[in-house]
Structure formats: C-alpha cells, structure tokens
C-alpha cells in the first residue's frame, strides 16, 4: 500500500489520531509530550504513530496535509493541528468537547473477549 493512503487509511480509521516523535508514555520531544498530555487530560482514547520508527511516515506526512511539524493531531479524519493549536483547544475547553464528540459518534469496535 502506497504511504499516502497508510496514512489516509489510519487517519480515517481512528477518531483521535496523534502522530508524534515517541509514544504517549515515552514522547521524544517535548511539543509531541505537550500534545499527547493534553489529548490524555480530555480523558479519551486515541490513537498514535511514532513517526520516529516509521521512517516513511515521518517523510511523507507533511505532504498529506501540507503541514511540515510534528506532533500532527487527527480529529474525524481531519487535521487539527500541531502542539500550539491542540493547547490552545484545550486551554478554552474546545479539545475536551470535540474528542468527546469524535469517541461518542464512532461505532462500537467489537471486542474478541
């Protein structure tokens, strides 16, 4: 699959989608930390690629969405932005409502349990 439609795929596939250096427990720098602790306070689920171990992500993201930084938050399989634009959401309560929102309309993924 060509990388541009692994990440279309991914980003239309997950209601919150960060793409970060490091993961949420382990972030690599300190905007992809910032980021994933607010995505963390709204207290939902997301989703993470860590760009930084796939090197073809890391290369072509920029592209998908004309936006050159990292980390890069998907909400609906649309861009929200980077770490300065994800603070500000949450900082005015925004983030918080439209993660809720994103989680509520997606369909129930059926446990194997």
């Not at 919150?16 to 490091?22: A, F, P, T």
């Not at 073809?56 to 998907?74: D, G, H, K, S, V």
């Amino acid at each position: 699959m060509d990388v541009l439609e692994r990440i279309k795929t991914q980003v239309e596939s997950n209601p919150i989608m960060i793409y970060m250096k490091g993961t949420p427990q382990f972030p690599m720098c300190g905007f992809s930390s910032r980021a994933a602790q607010a995505l963390r306070a709204c207290g939902v689920e997301f989703s993470f690629v860590n760009v930084l171990e796939d090197p073809e992500i890391f290369q072509n993201l920029p592209r998908y969405a004309n936006w050159p930084t990292f980390p890069q938050i998907y909400i609906n399989g649309e861009l929200v932005g980077g770490c300065d634009i994800t603070l500000e959401l949450f900082e005015r309560g925004e983030l918080q409502k439209i993660t809720k929102e994103a989680v509520a309309n997606t369909p129930s993924k059926k446990s194997d349990a």
